[in-house]
């Protein structure tokens, strides 16, 4: 297999782990805010962001796992990939506007997936 399917396949498996994580961990967050009442909703957002790095830092692993290297471009791609995704759902559904909190989520989130690459590659095989 090629270098550059390897890579699309590695970045999309990722991408799509990420963002499941991300989903799994907003439901988990939005359970204990309905039910405890213990985070406010002035929050959120930063709630939101930390979740979306949490993921893209999931999606990262996941993809440099699968390209077996170059951490550090595979989670950083598999980072911006999980923000357009986030971003242009947000978008879409017309709830969410570019703003400077926009930026702060994007810097977060690649470097969530860089830090995700480069613990993939670095960690040891267990078997």
Do not use: P, Q, R
């Not at 440099?64 to 989670?75: F, I, R, S, Y």
Request: glycine share 18%; aromatic share 4%.
């Amino acid at each position: 297999m090629s270098d550059k399917k390897k890579l699309i396949k590695a970045v999309s498996f990722g991408s799509l782990c990420g963002v499941l994580g991300c989903v799994i961990l907003m439901c988990v967050f939005a359970v204990i805010m309905l039910t405890s009442g213990l985070l406010g909703a002035e929050l959120t957002n930063y709630i939101m962001i930390a979740v979306a790095a949490l993921g893209a830092l999931t999606g990262g692993f996941v993809a440099a796992k699968l390209n077996h290297g170059a951490g550090l471009v595979v989670g950083g791609i598999t980072g911006a990939v999980i923000f357009l995704l986030i971003t242009v759902a947000g978008l879409s559904k017309g709830g969410e506007t570019v703003t400077a909190l926009t930026g702060i989520k994007a810097a977060a989130v690649i470097l969530g997936g860089i830090c995700g690459g480069i613990c993939g590659v670095k960690e040891k095989k267990s078997f």
